[in-house]
């Protein structure tokens, strides 16, 4: 059974940080490439940052310089580190694992900032 479980969430302050952790089971991490996502009340879901299974990174303008994805293939999670948080920021964050055409989300995690 596949699952991929983010933790991490929460009500930060503007300019705070957090670090969001997906882990995976059911699946062989270290092939797939996984990537966070997010999504605002009202909005449609929207890419953020993506690490290859070769470790290869890229982020969304919005948060590049902010945003560091990182991945343990020991422990099978990815990491999102957030920094420099805006109110904007705010969103459910979902991790996603690709391989070839098959996509598998995770339910997601909140992330408030606000003062």
């Known amino acids: 059974q596949v699952q991929l479980v983010e933790s991490g969430g929460g009500l930060v302050q503007p300019g705070g940080s957090l670090r969001l952790s997906c882990a995976a089971s059911g699946i062989a991490f270290s092939a797939h490439a996984m990537a966070w996502y997010r999504q605002a009340p009202g909005e449609q879901r929207e890419w953020v940052t993506t690490?290859?299974?070769?470790?290869?990174?890229n982020y969304a303008a919005s948060v590049k310089g902010r945003f560091t994805v990182s991945r343990d293939n020991a422990r099978n999670t990815v990491y999102l580190q957030m920094n420099s948080l805006k109110p904007e920021d705010t969103a459910v964050y979902y991790c996603?694992?690709?391989?070839?055409?098959?996509?598998?989300w995770g339910q997601g995690t909140q992330v408030t900032v606000s003062s």
């Open positions: 690490i290859t299974s070769g470790g290869s990174t």
């Open positions: 996603k694992a690709t391989s070839g055409s098959i996509g598998r």
